[in-house]
């Protein structure tokens, strides 16, 4: 599971964004970003997103 804590991203906020690959993290990071900061994710800010990016073992 791939996860994105919105706060690493620099914004005031507690969401976390998880999916199962790093696109589909970003593609909802996009929306997320759009629609609740009104921020626009240019190639830029992607690639930055993507480091950002942590990957969080389930516990077997
Ligand atoms: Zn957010």
Same mark, same amino acid.
């Given at each position: 599971?791939?996860?994105? *804590?919105?706060?690493? =991203? ?18 909802? =990071?996009?929306? *997320?970003?759009?629609?609740? *900061?009104?921020? =626009? ?18 516990? =077997?």
């Amino acid at each position: 599971m791939k996860t994105l *804590h919105c706060s690493d =991203a620099g914004f005031d906020c507690k969401g976390v964004i998880s999916a199962n690959t790093e696109e589909e993290v970003l593609s909802h =990071a996009a929306e *997320h970003a759009l629609t609740v *900061h009104g921020v =626009a994710v240019t190639p830029e800010l992607a690639e930055q997103l993507k480091t950002l990016i942590k990957e969080e073992v389930a516990q =077997a």
